[in-house]
């Protein structure tokens, strides 16, 4: 029986978030015995781009907790780890500027509105941030000298005229400037210049960009969702902000299940999303997030909902 050609999609989330796909990685390893490291793509956004970048280096699943929780990583881990170095608090660029990150941007939405999203709005409108975020991602370049062999896409947004370009598909650039792009959140990390464009976070076009899987040849699709929810109804504190992030995801999984694909949507639950927080850059949360998430998808497991990724 040849294996499943998954697709996996790691969306963004902030330093929550990371932690949240370090534990959808190593729960689905142990609990259904499949390893994110064999994905035939993966599809990564902002802080879904540094686990993606980590999984193509070949960090093994259990040590993406072992990092969230400051624990030894094993040999092969350390292998990948020992070049990349901790987390580093960014430098300030310059001075905060006080005009519209991208008036060109702006004009294009006041031309045609109705072809732009809020998300642009706030990316055109808000000052460019200040922080630069290549200071946090450096260590990721030096995993790979060329792109990794296998589908890897991440996603940024151009900013001046918001079109969401893809890496690794439809453009080059290194990791570590794909992967800074990538993570680039308008108004806080100054915007990453790319062969004379500037571009930010991906998550101005979707948290996911699950779509790009559309006409990918897969057996399933699987979505690690940590700004989502697994119960858009629910009306506990901070959910709200977190359903238009679900409606959208969901949107996306449709066009994925009307060209035939399986798809599993991993979100958080009440439970998780108490853990969470609404704060996604606070650090001291990754270690509970990360070992809450792994908890979740045994129970998942357990109760037999993760679909063809299920152990037989």
């Given at each position: 029986m040849s294996p499943l050609r998954v697709g996996l999609v790691l969306g963004g989330g902030g330093l929550t978030g990371t932690a949240f796909h370090a534990g959808v990685i190593a729960g689905l390893a142990e609990a259904a015995g499949w390893d994110a490291r064999e994905a035939a793509v993966l599809v990564g956004t902002s802080a879904g781009?540094?686990?993606?970048?980590?999984?193509?280096?070949?960090?093994?699943?259990?040590?993406?907790?072992?990092?969230?929780?400051?624990?030894?990583?094993?040999?092969?881990?350390?292998?990948?780890?020992d070049g990349l170095g901790g987390l580093r608090r960014p430098r300030a660029t310059g001075p905060r500027a006080r005009r519209p990150a991208s008036p060109a941007l702006l004009a294009a939405m006041a031309r045609r509105p109705w072809a732009f999203r809020p998300e642009h709005l706030a990316a055109a409108a808000l000052p460019a941030g200040t922080l630069d975020v290549?200071?946090?991602?450096?260590?990721?370049?030096?995993?790979?000298?060329?792109?990794?062999?296998?589908?890897?896409?991440?996603?940024?947004?151009?900013?001046?005229?918001?079109?969401?370009?893809?890496?690794?598909?439809?453009?080059?650039?290194?990791?570590?400037d794909a992967v800074s792009a990538s993570c680039a959140i308008p108004g806080y990390y100054a915007p990453v210049a790319i062969d004379g464009?500037?571009?930010?976070?991906?998550?101005?076009?979707?948290?996911?960009?699950?779509?790009?899987?559309?006409?990918?040849?897969?057996?399933?699709?699987?979505?690690?969702?940590?700004?989502?929810?697994?119960?858009?109804?629910?009306?506990?504190?901070?959910?709200?902000?977190?359903?238009?992030?679900?409606?959208?995801?969901?949107?996306?999984?449709?066009?994925?299940?009307?060209?035939?694909?399986?798809?599993?949507?991993?979100?958080?639950?009440?439970?998780?999303?108490?853990?969470m927080g609404t704060a996604s850059m606070r650090i001291e949360r990754r270690a509970p997030v990360a070992a809450a998430t792994r908890a979740r998808i045994r129970e998942l497991a357990g109760a037999g909902r993760l679909g063809p990724l299920a152990q037989g």
């Open positions: 781009s540094t686990s993606a970048i980590l999984l193509r280096a070949g960090l093994p699943p259990a040590d993406f907790v072992a990092r969230m929780s400051g624990e030894p990583p094993s040999p092969e881990g350390r292998r990948v780890l290549m200071d946090s991602i450096a260590g990721f370049g030096t995993l790979f000298e060329t792109w990794p062999a296998q589908p890897t896409w991440i996603c940024a947004v151009r900013l001046d005229d918001g079109a969401r370009v893809v890496f690794g598909r439809d453009a080059a650039a290194s990791i570590r464009q500037r571009y930010v976070d991906g998550g101005v076009w979707s948290m996911h960009s699950a779509d790009l899987l559309a006409d990918v040849p897969l057996d399933v699709v699987v979505v690690s969702a940590p700004l989502a929810t697994d119960d858009p109804r629910a009306l506990d504190r901070g959910n709200a902000l977190r359903v238009p992030i679900r409606l959208r995801l969901d949107r996306e999984v449709r066009g994925l299940r009307r060209s035939g694909v399986p798809v599993l949507v991993l979100a958080p639950d009440a439970r998780l999303r108490s853990v």
